[in-house]
């Protein structure tokens, strides 16, 4: 939920849920996850239902968690996204099935539980959950106060929730132009360019890479399609394993590419750690 995944979940517009019966007033689409999920949950748990519309079991599910969270008066936050409409979130928390809840809180998940369950193990599941983050988030169960954002990120977060990639990476290269050194600028500077160049890639690449592992803008592409599909580990082996087999030219241009997806994430990420432990390895 950090680095590039970030950002993947704004490759097209967020489609807004439909269907007859959908939560409303918890309604959660990939324009406004950030807000209501990330950030909200700096402030107390937020409770994500991934439900179906095809599925009464999840929506009678949610309807539920609904009713508690009203019971509740404000200890906790309710997040329904409709599945079908926002399948860049359900890849991002890897959901293997729907229904699926899971809990966030200090913008990492928690604890979930997968499949319809009665309400007396739901209240259960929601009172350890309010209990393990007791006292260990910002909030105290009342609505966060609005945030005073730098009017140049929300130019760019509402230029990407609308699609407008160009716009949005013009609003951080201005950002970038009058204040060179800004991390947060060039961060999301960097999500958006890989983000841009993998969306126009076949995900195709990855079986002639597979076929032919001396084709170096196959591996390169493929990597990338994988990154963007949530698999950063095979990304990483993948030019890994280029540089091991490579020399000169081929092989600096693989360690480059592998050094700017690092890039995207948090450094102290666990497999970044790893991978670049193997390239160290693979050089040397």
């Given at each position: 939920m950090s680095g590039a995944v970030d950002l993947s979940g704004l490759k097209q517009p967020a489609a807004a849920p439909g269907g007859a019966g959908a939560p409303g007033d918890h309604s959660v689409t990939e324009a406004d996850f950030e807000t209501k999920v990330i950030r909200r949950s700096m402030q107390v748990p937020v409770v994500v239902a991934l439900y179906s519309q095809r599925s009464p079991g999840s929506v009678e599910l949610v309807r539920t968690l609904e009713r508690?969270?009203?019971d509740d008066r404000g200890a906790w936050d309710l997040a329904a996204i409709e599945a079908e409409a926002n399948m860049n979130i359900v890849q991002a928390l890897r959901v293997q099935g729907i229904p699926t809840v899971i809990a966030v809180a200090g913008g990492q998940p928690l604890a979930d539980f997968e499949g319809a369950q009665p309400e007396?193990?739901?209240?259960?599941?929601?009172?350890?959950?309010?209990?393990?983050?007791?006292?260990?988030?910002e909030g105290n169960g009342a609505q966060a106060e609005p945030e005073n954002d730098d009017p140049r990120f929300v130019?760019?977060?509402n230029a990407l929730a609308e699609g407008d990639?160009?716009?949005a990476e013009a609003a951080y290269e201005a950002i970038l132009a009058e204040e060179p050194n800004n991390a947060e600028a060039k961060?999301?500077?960097r999500q958006l360019r890989f983000l841009t160049r993998a969306q126009q890639i076949d995900p195709g690449v990855v079986a002639t890479a597979d076929a032919d592992p001396g084709d170096l803008d196959?591996?390169?592409?493929a990597a990338d399609v994988e990154l963007l599909e949530q698999r950063p580990e095979a990304a990483f082996d993948r030019i890994?394993?280029?540089?091991?087999r490579t020399a000169g030219d081929d092989r600096d241009r693989a360690r480059t590419r592998l050094l700017e997806l690092f890039e995207l994430f948090d450094q102290a990420e666990p497999f970044v750690i790893?991978?670049?432990?193997k390239l160290a390895a693979a050089l040397y």
């Amino acid at each position: 939920m950090s680095g590039a995944v970030d950002l993947s979940g704004l490759k097209q517009p967020a489609a807004a849920p439909g269907g007859a019966g959908a939560p409303g007033d918890h309604s959660v689409t990939e324009a406004d996850f950030e807000t209501k999920v990330i950030r909200r949950s700096m402030q107390v748990p937020v409770v994500v239902a991934l439900y179906s519309q095809r599925s009464p079991g999840s929506v009678e599910l949610v309807r539920t968690l609904e009713r508690l969270n009203a019971d509740d008066r404000g200890a906790w936050d309710l997040a329904a996204i409709e599945a079908e409409a926002n399948m860049n979130i359900v890849q991002a928390l890897r959901v293997q099935g729907i229904p699926t809840v899971i809990a966030v809180a200090g913008g990492q998940p928690l604890a979930d539980f997968e499949g319809a369950q009665p309400e007396p193990q739901v209240r259960q599941w929601l009172d350890a959950v309010v209990e393990a983050t007791a006292g260990k988030l910002e909030g105290n169960g009342a609505q966060a106060e609005p945030e005073n954002d730098d009017p140049r990120f929300v130019a760019a977060e509402n230029a990407l929730a609308e699609g407008d990639i160009a716009g949005a990476e013009a609003a951080y290269e201005a950002i970038l132009a009058e204040e060179p050194n800004n991390a947060e600028a060039k961060a999301a500077l960097r999500q958006l360019r890989f983000l841009t160049r993998a969306q126009q890639i076949d995900p195709g690449v990855v079986a002639t890479a597979d076929a032919d592992p001396g084709d170096l803008d196959a591996a390169l592409d493929a990597a990338d399609v994988e990154l963007l599909e949530q698999r950063p580990e095979a990304a990483f082996d993948r030019i890994i394993a280029v540089v091991k087999r490579t020399a000169g030219d081929d092989r600096d241009r693989a360690r480059t590419r592998l050094l700017e997806l690092f890039e995207l994430f948090d450094q102290a990420e666990p497999f970044v750690i790893a991978a670049r432990r193997k390239l160290a390895a693979a050089l040397y």
